[in-house]
Structures are given as structure tokens and as C-alpha cells.
């Protein structure tokens, strides 16, 4: 699952008229992507949510079929946060383990890494599995710690890259429709011990203010010359 709900408030005026997801940096849209990384992955069945002006994102992408992956859509109408849109999509994701994925970072994670993860936390007590990167500027003080494959709630903490699996159990007793933070739900599991985690130290970028995507734009751009 891509999630592409959001409203992209600190990314205005670039995202009045625009969905985030569809911003282009290095030439293509944030969310095209992530779509050709995981279908290079293997991984081609993708549902994406959107809420902001949706349609776009659905006439942009179409089916899939454009990139091999085929796409369903969860339309949301108003954005339910990421834990209320999971579970509004819960219909389309099936009963085991599934990757959901932020629309709006750029990261150059190995998503082959996934079958065998989500292989591991169905036949595990756990509830969800996190990747995790270094503190970008905006975020100093991390989300998350970890200590050998264990996501913990003590320092030193990394952030959450907005890459992880999720058993849909987690989801089951939100109520259809209703908005729900994921955070809460992630810190219940980690402080009964069942998140594992690891830390990715590759290219990861929060495209969170036009700033950041200018500067991801021209890097991508000098890469690609």
C-alpha cells in the first residue's frame, strides 16, 4: 500500500492544484518511484489511498499496467491519517502481512527485502515490522530506537523511514471510516515487544517543504546527467 492521502499542507502552493504524490523530482512524480522500485521488487499488486484531489493521482497512474504492477484504489474522500486509511483499505490488502509505504519520501531501500520480511512476522508473535533511517535535520531527536532487530522506545533513536509491514490484525478493531494516528498503535506494540525493526543507511529524503524538494530535484537530476 502507497499512501498518497495527505493534504501537503507545508508543501502549499505547490499542492493546491497538485496531490504531493505527483510533485516531480528528477523528472518523475515521488509516488512513479516508489511504484518502479517495488515492481522491479517483484511486488506488483499495489493499492494506493488518496483523499487530496484524488482523481488526479487515479488519471496519472491509471491501472498500473503502464508500469506492470496492478493498482486499486482506496478513495478515502477526507483523509483518515495513515492508521484510519490502513484500516479503510483493509478490504484490498488480504489476511497476511502487507508493506505500506509513505507516498512522500524518496528512498533508494531495497524493497526485494519484503517477502522475506512479511515471510518472517506472519510466523511471529509480532505485530508489525519498521524501517528505520538516520535523523534527518527536521527530526533530531528520532522516532524509534534499536537494539539488534528489536524497535525499542529507548535512545539512541532513529527515525522512521514511513517503510513498514504490518499484520492487518493491527487494524481490525479501528472502526471503518474513522481517522486514526498510526503512532499510537506502533507504541502499544513496541512496548509489548513485538516490532521488529531495521535501519536502512541508504538514500532517504522526507520531501516534506518545496525546499527539500528543489534540493532532491537537482540531486536526482545530477545523478541521472
Not at 524518496?106 to 508489525?128: I, K, Q, V, W
Request: net charge negative; proline share 5%; hydrophobic share 40%.
Amino acid at each position: 500500500m502507497i499512501l498518497a492521502a495527505g493534504r501537503g499542507e507545508r508543501m502549499r502552493p505547490l499542492t493546491d492544484h497538485t496531490p504531493k504524490p505527483l510533485l516531480q523530482a528528477g523528472g518523475k512524480p515521488l509516488i512513479v518511484w516508489h511504484i518502479e522500485r517495488l515492481v522491479r521488487a517483484g511486488i506488483t499488486d499495489l493499492v494506493i489511498n488518496h483523499a487530496h484531489l484524488g482523481l488526479q493521482i487515479e488519471q496519472a497512474l491509471g491501472d498500473g499496467s503502464q508500469f506492470g504492477a496492478t493498482i486499486r484504489y482506496s478513495d478515502e474522500g477526507s483523509a483518515l491519517e495513515t492508521a484510519g486509511g490502513i484500516a479503510f483499505a483493509l478490504h484490498l490488502l488480504g489476511e497476511q502481512p502487507f508493506a505500506v509505504v509513505n507516498g512522500d519520501v524518496y528512498c533508494d531501500y531495497d524493497f526485494r527485502h519484503l517477502p522475506h520480511c512479511a515471510a518472517a512476522l506472519a510466523n511471529s508473535e509480532d505485530g508489525a515490522h519498521l524501517v528505520l533511517v538516520d535523523n534527518p535535520e527536521h527530526n533530531l531527536k528520532g522516532d524509534f530506537g534499536l537494539q539488534g532487530a528489536r524497535i525499542t522506545d529507548t535512545a539512541p533513536k532513529f527515525t522512521f523511514s514511513g517503510i513498514g509491514l504490518y499484520k492487518p490484525q493491527l487494524f481490525a478493531h479501528i472502526q471503518r471510516g474513522t481517522k486514526a494516528p498510526l503512532a499510537p498503535l506502533l507504541r502499544e506494540q513496541i512496548a509489548a515487544g513485538k516490532v521488529s525493526g531495521e535501519h536502512h543507511r541508504g538514500v532517504w529524503v522526507d520531501v516534506g517543504t518545496p525546499q527539500r524538494l528543489q534540493e532532491l530535484d537537482l540531486q536526482l537530476r545530477a545523478a541521472n546527467s
